[in-house]
């Protein structure tokens, strides 16, 4: 193995320990709305101090933490791959917190706005992840092709 493939290995298993980091973490979170309750939170207010935590930990986060570490982080199409990534990601959220939103106001249009949301929140999702899964796919025949010539 070259050192290009032992550092994606050594990435690997730091990502997975940053995801059961963060699983954890977002555990933790669950009496978050009980707190912000008890302190007296408006509504919005404690909607807005949820979604910045979960955007921040969820999204921002392990964006930041991917590009300080990952061995491509110089390479043009993985930082393209991040910035395309976090928008979908982040598209994605806020479409779901505003399909949520709009739902519970009731009215008509507001279904309608909430559909638009969803459909919104879900291209963005499949975008995100495609272009994710085919930079891992130009990944994995880089490794190949170096594993190969040695």
Known sequence: MNAK???L???NRDRRRLNTRLGLFMV???PLPAILLHARFEPLQMLATVVAVAVGAGIVYPVWWRSKRHPYREDAREKRTQLISATCRTVAFISLVGLMV???LG???SAWIALVF???GTTAFI???EVEERWK???RQRAAQLAGDT
């Open 9 to 11: 290995d050594q990435y």
């Open 107 to 109: 009215t008509d249009s």
């Open 127 to 129: 975008v995100g992840l």
């Open 137 to 139: 796919r130009v990944l």
């Open 5 to 7: 493939t032992l550092a």
């Open 118 to 120: 969803l459909a919104a």
């Open 28 to 30: 933790a979170l669950i």
């Open 102 to 104: 709009s739902w519970v």
